[in-house]
């Protein structure tokens, strides 16, 4: 079965770029979207195939695919930026959906 | 206001069987492709199912962990996605989230999804 890889986290300063990555075998030829998710809430899809935003998510959130690496960029980190990240692809062998492992963002 | 609330969580022995429903509102429900999320206390998401609607088939998919013991339906006329669990196990405890991809059905982007059930399978 397909493997989405997340790194469990990533910590960056208020004002600075967060980057956080989804790995998988030629990910470059899927659709990935990109899901936050804060303590207590259901996640939100800040992101849609690979680099399109859904209506009222800021442009400083964007995305990029390529090879075997889905990016997902946070420019000028907030506070409120603060929170889980799951990318999500579909397997169209298996006909599944898979989601990463999550990373968690940290804010300093 | 586009919204889905689910309902039916609760406490259930393993072994047992559990009904959760999900009222949907705001779309037009019938040309929806629905899917179940789930997310076991301090995890992260997995997907469980999804139920295509009738004009392209009706069927359903599932993830492996729940092949064979879940099973999804529709109720069109009614607005309403259920989600039926039988052979419960303690790995099936999670948040059960009803999700959809409105704006795009089909891309499996989901952007919308409803507030969640607790599932608890214990003795």
């Known amino acids: 079965s397909y493997v989405l890889t997340q790194p469990p986290s990533v910590s960056v300063a208020p004002g600075q770029t967060a980057r956080i990555t989804c790995g998988g075998n030629n990910i470059g030829s899927k659709s990935v979207h990109w899901y936050q998710q804060k303590p207590g809430q259901a996640p939100v899809l800040v992101v849609y195939d690979d680099d399109d935003r859904p209506s009222g998510i800021p442009e400083r959130i964007s995305g990029s695919n390529s090879g075997n690496t889905a990016t997902l960029t946070i420019s000028r980190v907030e506070v409120g930026d603060e929170a889980d990240y799951y990318c999500e692809i579909w397997d169209n062998y298996s006909d599944v959906v898979v989601f990463g492992g999550g990373t968690k963002l940290t804010v300093l | 206001e586009v919204q889905l609330v689910e309902s039916g969580g609760g406490l259930v022995k393993p072994g047992g069987s559990l009904r959760l429903s999900c009222a949907a509102s705001?779309?037009?429900?019938?040309?929806?492709?629905m899917s179940w999320v789930r997310q076991a206390p301090g995890k992260g998401l997995e997907w469980v199912g999804r139920l295509k609607t009738y004009s392209d088939g009706g069927t359903a998919d599932y993830a492996a962990p729940v092949k064979g013991r879940f099973g999804i339906s529709r109720d069109d006329s009614r607005n309403m996605l259920y989600l039926q669990m039988n052979s419960l196990k303690s790995e099936d405890s999670a948040v059960y989230f009803c999700v959809t991809d409105e704006a795009s059905s089909g891309s499996f982007a989901f952007d919308i999804w409803g507030q969640g059930t607790m599932v608890t399978v214990s003795s």
């Open positions: 705001g779309f037009t429900f019938n040309n929806a492709w």
